[in-house]
């Protein structure tokens, strides 16, 4: 089973960060759903920033 198959509390990961950043960005990476991967912490979802993991990941620019 992948990780996109996986529902913790009924969502999938992708479900669960759109909602997660539906209204704000990351705190630490300033990054939205696409500059994160799934991780599960403790039995829930966690968004693990692309950029702890490749400090030469950029996250997207967003003029607007
Ligand atoms: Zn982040």
Known sequence: ???????LH????EQWVK???EFEYCS????????HVANIL??????RCKIAD??????RS???
């Open 19 to 21: 909602e997660l950043f």
């Open 1 to 7: 089973m992948s990780e996109q198959e996986i529902k």
């Open 42 to 47: 403790l039995g829930n979802w966690f968004a």
């Open 28 to 35: 630490e990476c300033g990054g939205d759903h696409y500059d």
């Open 62 to 64: 967003r003029e607007n």
């Open 10 to 13: 009924g969502q999938t990961f």
């Open 54 to 59: 490749n400090p030469n990941y950029k996250v």
